[in-house]
């Protein structure tokens, strides 16, 4: 879905932000990296236990990153 892709970009714009690999992620999170990847790039939901992990490994709120997300999938369709 849209929001899913966006959530999976925002936490991948932020792991890159913070000179994060895929690799070290994982080694934090208890995610594959190959899942990991999926999520960033859309090909894959995202869990919700995963979500938590991936979020708490990268330092983050996870009620931030739903907030961004919904707030990029929802807002341009109300300007209309």
């Known amino acids: 879905s849209y929001a899913a892709s966006e959530v999976g970009a925002l ?11 895929l690799r070290q992620l994982e080694s934090v999170s208890g995610v594959a990296n190959s899942e990991i990847a999926k999520v960033e790039n859309g090909q894959q939901e995202c869990r919700l236990g995963t979500f938590f992990r991936l979020v708490s490994a990268l330092g983050l709120m996870a009620g931030d990153v ?5 707030k990029t999938t929802w807002l ?5």
Request: glycine letters at 4%.
């Open 76 to 80: 341009p369709f109300h300007d209309a």
């Open 11 to 21: 936490l991948k714009a932020v792991r890159e932000r913070s000179g994060i690999s």
């Open 66 to 70: 739903l907030d961004d997300a919904v």
